[in-house]
C-alpha cells in the first residue's frame, strides 16, 4: 500500500508513484483521489491522458464510476515535458496506451523534484505486459496492485478478458467488451474461446 509522504518537498527530490491492475480495477479512481488530495495541499496538479482515450470524454481523465478531473490529452509522452515544467504533481492515465518514450518522461520529471503518479493496465487482454509499464514498475519509487472482482467466481481479479474476437492489441471498451477474471477463471475461458491457446511458458 503506498502511504503518502509529507507534501511538503524540502530536498526537491521527486519520485515516481505507479498504481497497476487489471480493468474496473479503480486505478483512475484511485489516481483521482491522490491528485485531489495533492490540490486540496495547494499543490499545483496537472494531469495527462493519451489524445486516443475517448471513451467518457475528450478531455476529462474519468473513471468508472464516473468521477472526473480535468485533464491535458496529447499524443506523445514528450509533450508531457511541455506542460509539467512548474508543477508540483503530474498525474498519468491509461500509461498503457503511451510510446516507449515515458518511462524516460517521467524519470525527467522525478528527477526535476516533481512527484509523478502513473496509472494503467500492468497487462494486455492477452496477458502480456502492457506498453511501457513494466519498465515504469521497475523505476518506480512506490507500486500499488489493485484488484477487481472476478465476474464469475467473486474472487480477486487481475486479468482483463476480452470478450470480442478481435486479436487488435489495443480495443477501447467497457464492460461490452472485457470483464476482469481472476487467473483460474482467465485460463479457463481462454481455453474455451479458443482451444489451441497455449499459455506462454
Not at 507534501?7 to 483521482?32: A, D, R, Y
Amino acid at each position: 500500500m503506498f502511504l503518502e509522504k509529507e507534501t511538503n518537498n524540502t530536498s526537491g527530490s521527486g519520485w515516481i508513484e505507479v498504481i497497476c491492475g487489471s480493468m474496473f480495477s479503480g486505478k483512475t479512481e484511485e489516481l483521482i483521489r491522490r491528485l485531489n488530495r495533492a490540490r486540496i495541499a495547494k499543490q499545483k496538479v496537472e494531469i495527462f491522458k493519451p489524445e486516443l482515450d475517448k471513451r467518457y470524454s475528450e478531455a476529462d481523465v474519468v473513471s468508472h464510476d464516473a468521477n472526473a478531473i480535468r485533464s491535458i490529452p496529447v499524443q506523445s509522452a514528450s509533450q508531457i515535458l511541455f506542460y509539467a515544467g512548474d508543477c508540483d504533481v503530474v498525474g498519468i492515465d491509461e500509461a498503457q496506451f503511451f510510446d516507449a518514450e515515458l518511462t524516460a518522461v517521467c524519470n525527467q520529471l522525478a528527477d526535476m523534484g516533481i512527484r509523478v503518479i502513473v496509472a494503467g493496465l500492468d497487462m494486455d487482454f492477452s496477458g502480456k505486459p502492457f506498453g511501457p509499464m513494466p519498465q515504469l514498475l521497475s523505476i518506480a519509487e512506490y507500486v500499488s496492485k489493485v484488484h477487481a472482482i472476478c465476474m464469475r467466481c467473486g474472487n480477486l481479479a487481475h486479468y482483463s478478458f476480452r470478450t470480442i474476437a478481435s486479436d487488435k492489441l489495443v480495443i477501447l471498451g467497457e464492460t461490452e467488451s472485457y470483464e476482469p477474471l481472476c487467473r483460474s477463471c482467465y485460463n479457463k475461458a481462454t481455453r474455451q474461446s479458443d482451444p489451441t491457446h497455449k499459455k506462454d511458458s
